[in-house]
């Protein structure tokens, strides 16, 4: 029996367990997967509590992805470029860190919603640590630009000189986002948590496909999304259940179905 668990705080309203049951079920896995509620300040020993009952690995979530990426003794390529961690793998005492967040967004994108990246202008809201994790795997389907908007320029002009090697890339304020419509754009800003909406140009959203990171309510964004005629509006649950199989195969190589997951998830 394989055993995992995610580790959060807050965690009681993590839908891992479930997921992971059901990918578990695809493949006739016994697995054990709890949810940990780590304190704030004792990320590592919780870690390694789980570690030492005999762990296979383990999911990450708010707010401890830093505290993975410097837990985990071996990075994965995705692990060292979004500077984060969502997923270690416990093989021969070595912590092997993963982030599975941008796969689990390009295969929302592709296989969910039939959405072709290839050459398409991808406008990104927010430079935080959501938006780093999912540049490289982005950039990898050879988008024709991302354009990276932050409140503070200079987070996103920082993204744009570090991810400009693996593609074309740019970074400015909010302010610079132009009424020309885009192909794609991704709130990756915590607004949606706030109740709120980034300050940004109406016209960039004409017949684009809209989506907001956040998931089980409709955001600010997305209604602003459907005042200003995107042809799409999508919220992150694809992307969550998308990210959880990455994780699942990392651990046990086993690729799992989930789209009937993702459907019985919304109903």
């Known amino acids: 029996m394989y055993k995992f668990a995610v580790l959060g705080h807050p965690i009681k309203h993590s839908l891992s367990p479930d997921i992971h ?4 079920r695809q493949f ?3 697995i ?18 789980f570690i030492d009952q005999g762990a296979d690995g383990f999911n990450v979530t708010v707010p ?8 985990a003794t071996e ?9 984060a961690v969502n997923t270690i793998k416990i093989t021969n005492n070595q ?9 689990g967004l390009v295969n929302d994108l592709i296989n969910n919603l039939n959405i072709t990246l290839t050459d398409k202008v991808i406008l990104i809201l927010g430079a935080g640590g959501a938006t780093q994790g999912l540049l490289l795997p982005l950039l990898n389907q050879h988008p024709k630009r991302i354009m990276i908007a932050n409140r503070t320029a200079s987070k996103a002009e920082k993204l744009h000189h570090d991810f400009s090697a693996y593609g074309n890339t740019c970074g ?3 302010d610079k986002i132009k009424h020309t419509p885009v192909d794609i ?6 607004a949606s948590l706030d109740g709120k909406m980034p300050d940004i140009a109406n016209g960039c959203a004409d017949n684009a496909i809209c989506y907001d990171l956040m998931y089980g309510q409709q955001t600010p964004f997305m209604d602003w999304a459907k005042n200003n005629n995107a042809s799409l509006i999508v919220d992150g649950l694809g992307m969550l259940v998308e990210q959880a199989a990455c994780s699942f195969e990392f651990w046990t190589g086993n690729k799992p179905k989930t789209q009937a997951i993702i459907k019985a998830l919304r109903r």
């Open 32 to 49: 054990d997967y709890d949810k940990i509620l780590a304190p704030i300040d004792s990320f590592a020993q919780s870690a390694q509590a």
């Open 28 to 30: 006739d896995i016994q």
């Open 75 to 83: 990075l994965t390529l995705n692990a060292k470029t979004a500077g």
């Open 95 to 103: 912590y092997l860190g993963e982030n599975t967040d941008g796969t």
């Open 21 to 24: 049951a059901q990918f578990a």
């Open 172 to 174: 400015f304020g909010l």
């Open 185 to 190: 754009i991704i709130n990756a800003t915590s």
């Open 64 to 71: 401890f992805k830093l505290d993975a990426f410097n837990f």
